[in-house]
């Protein structure tokens, strides 16, 4: 079997096989009763693609005559990509292009984001071949490209192994895996880095995944145009400028965030949680005047307003502060000022924070009075329950915890990983 991976062996980038194999595929081509490319077709597209797929491969000096396109692996997840992206579809027996998406072909950034966000729409035997021993990855496939764009957006860089390891522990609790012994789970798990190691090679070999002394990370470029894709700033754009401020707090914890204009509420909340630092536990609203936004549920209250249907600049223009309240229990009060309106930098990516300070306080800790008490009880060793909130906070003494910390960087990595994922990791 050839390593589908590989792409040292092959003429053509992804991209540009992709965009042949649709150029090729020209006014339609007729497919077999079982819905595949027919073998004549497949033995005229592996050399003009180079898709390094063996024909009548030679073993042990006896010639196995390839039967089926369907024994041609890297061919299969061409044309399955190809339609997952919207390129070309099946239509009464032919495969024929979408006339509608053609443009995609003749721009390389925006090809490399639409087959990077429909990756996790290709059926998951075509991306790891049924030949291979089964891991996690072939009936998690979906829950693996999700783990796999969030790790990779949280960082700047990261090694695979990280990589392997944060898929392995998403993976195995969604599995019953009681009945395997230590060498049996042992090699599954040895499976499922093999095959989640073939994922990132395959975002490699399209671009959208670039990687430096065994460290990977996310293309900008298509970092770019997957957020613009999912309603993110492109070049000259209007972006509002808000100022974020969490109440009564000291250290004052504040945030200012540039987000596009049009941003619906929702989509702002996933801002706003990630800027700041909190982790979206919790129920919120936003307020503007007697106005009330969120998330609508009937126990919730039926003077909301869904806020999912309602866009930024359509409430607030410049000068407007809107109520922002998150954990109705700690009751952390947000006042969000909409400073400015300013044009999208060319070559930058939005949503962003570009400035703020301090910590975020923990979740669950007693709002604005419980987080002042755990400060004192930190700054305290011979309080009573200093121990019990180092147990509680999961360090071993208190310098590891600073309320005046506060790193944009880290900020902008959440913002990125929550806009590209958030509606595939299991939130709305």
Not at 138 to 144: A, K, S
Not at 176 to 198: F, N, P, Q, W
Not at 305 to 328: H, K, N, S, W
Request: glycine share 8%.
């Amino acid at each position: 079997m050839p390593d589908v991976a590989g792409s040292d062996e092959i003429d053509l980038a992804l991209p540009e096989q992709v965009q042949a194999l649709v150029e090729w595929i020209g006014a339609g081509r007729r497919l077999t009763q079982t819905g595949r490319l027919t073998l004549a077709d497949a033995r005229a597209l592996v050399p003009l693609l180079g898709t390094g797929d063996r024909l009548d491969p030679v073993i042990g000096g006896r010639v196995f005559r390839t039967r089926s396109s369907q024994e041609l692996p890297r061919l299969n997840l061409l044309v399955e990509w190809a339609k997952a992206a919207g390129l070309v579809r099946a239509v009464g027996g032919k495969l024929v292009p979408v006339k509608k998406n053609a443009k995609l072909l003749s721009e390389p950034e925006r090809l490399r984001a639409a087959l990077f966000e429909a990756f996790a729409k290709i059926p998951s035997d075509a991306v790891v071949p049924s030949g291979w021993i089964t891991s996690l990855v072939l009936p998690g496939f979906r829950e693996t490209c999700a783990e796999l764009r969030f790790q990779l957006a949280s960082a700047d860089w990261v090694t695979l192994e990280v990589l392997k390891s944060a898929v392995w522990a998403d993976l195995a609790p969604r599995f019953v895996l009681d009945h395997l012994d230590a060498e049996r789970l042992a090699r599954l798990r040895e499976i499922t880095a093999r095959d989640t190691a073939h994922v990132v090679a395959l975002w490699r070999a399209l671009g959208a995944v670039e990687a430096d002394e065994g460290r990977v990370r996310l293309s900008e470029a298509v970092l770019r145009a997957v957020l613009a894709e999912r309603g993110g700033a492109e070049s000259g754009e209007e972006l509002f400028r808000l100022r974020v401020m969490l109440d009564d707090t000291d250290p004052q914890v504040w945030r200012r965030v540039l987000v596009p204009a049009s941003i619906r509420l929702d989509r702002l909340h996933g801002v706003l949680q990630a800027a700041l630092g909190w982790t979206d536990s919790h129920l919120h609203v936003f307020t503007v005047g007697e106005a009330r936004y969120g998330w609508r549920d009937p126990d919730f209250g039926e003077d909301i307003a869904a806020e999912d249907t309602v866009r930024l600049a359509d409430i607030a223009p410049p000068g407007t502060i809107v109520g922002y309240e998150y954990d109705f229990g700690d009751g952390w009060e947000h006042e969000i000022l909409v400073e400015a309106v300013v044009p999208a930098e060319p070559g930058m990516v939005y949503p962003r924070c570009v400035d703020g300070a301090a910590a975020c306080p923990p979740e669950d800790c007693g709002g604005t009075w419980g987080y002042r008490d755990l400060r004192e009880t930190l700054a305290d060793p011979g309080a009573a329950d200093h121990q019990e909130m180092l147990d509680w906070l999961g360090i071993e003494h208190a310098g590891q915890f600073d309320p005046a910390a506060f790193d944009v960087d880290a900020a902008n990595r959440r913002i990125t990983a929550d806009w590209i994922t958030r509606g595939t990791r299991g939130r709305g």
